[in-house]
């Protein structure tokens, strides 16, 4: 089985701010990790994503997330929040199942509030 | 780009109606997906297809059926709509055996009364 939590229904950071939004996964298998961003009213897409190679991925944006596996984590960052930041995200784990059928489970999702 | 295209933004029922919400990707991903998303619990898989006429039973298929007759096209069947029904509709593509990210359309908001 796997599973996703994101820490953190809401957060909210000032305008400049770090932003920082957690996630930890559990999987048997080595997973595929991503983070989807959801602005109002609209469906998701894709914001970054790790496979395999480098475990510091860089998305749109200017979002970074690090793939840390030892502590089953994939936490989203942005060095200086900005105002159309505001939106919520979720971070995604898939895993690939005999046969190469997709599993995929999502995080309960974060609403980022962004403060002027 | 990949266009995931859902049939409807908005969409009122009554309770009983037969509700269908059709889904098109013009991308010929094999994959496509339904799921709900309600606040607090995230996206909750209905079902997927991996290919014409296959599909499979995701975390929450009950009250619901697909239907997939062509590659492009997933359609998701409310065979009689309740008021609990009432959610966020996000439908979702992807292809075989690559970078497995998912394309997704804008949602139909269903409301059932």
């Known amino acids: 089985a796997q599973s996703v939590t994101q820490l953190g229904s809401h957060v909210s950071v000032s305008e400049g701010a770090l932003v920082l939004l957690r996630c930890n996964y559990s999987?048997?298998?080595?997973?595929?990790l991503f983070w989807y961003v959801q602005y109002p009213n609209q469906g998701l897409q894709l914001l970054l994503k790790?496979?395999?190679?480098?475990?510091l991925v860089k998305g749109i944006n200017g979002f970074e997330a690090e793939f840390k596996k030892s502590e089953t984590s994939f936490h989203l960052t942005k060095p200086s929040a900005h105002m159309s930041d505001a939106a919520e995200y979720f971070c995604?784990?898939?895993?690939?199942?005999?046969?190469?059928?997709?599993?995929?489970?999502f995080g309960t999702g974060t609403k980022l509030q962004v403060i002027p | 780009d990949v266009k995931v295209t859902q049939s409807s933004r908005y969409l009122v029922k009554r309770t009983g109606e037969k509700v269908f919400l059709e889904c098109v990707q013009d991308?010929?991903?094999?994959?496509m997906f339904w799921y709900r998303q309600d606040p607090g619990l995230g996206l909750r898989l209905i079902y997927f297809?991996?290919?014409?006429?296959?599909?499979e039973k995701g975390d929450i298929p009950e009250g619901y059926s697909v239907s997939r007759e062509k590659k492009e096209r997933f359609s998701l069947i409310l065979e009689s709509a309740s008021t609990n029904q009432t959610s966020m509709y996000l439908c979702?593509?992807?292809?075989?055996?690559?970078?497995?990210?998912?394309?997704f359309g804008p949602g139909t908001r269903l409301t059932v009364t």
């Open positions: 979702a593509s992807s292809l075989w055996g690559s970078s497995y990210e998912q394309y």
């Open positions: 999987s048997s298998v080595p997973p595929y």
């Open positions: 790790y496979t395999t190679g480098a475990t």
């Open positions: 995604a784990v898939t895993t690939i199942l005999p046969g190469g059928y997709q599993k995929v489970t």
């Open positions: 991308m010929d991903h094999e994959n």
């Open positions: 297809s991996y290919d014409v006429k296959m599909k």
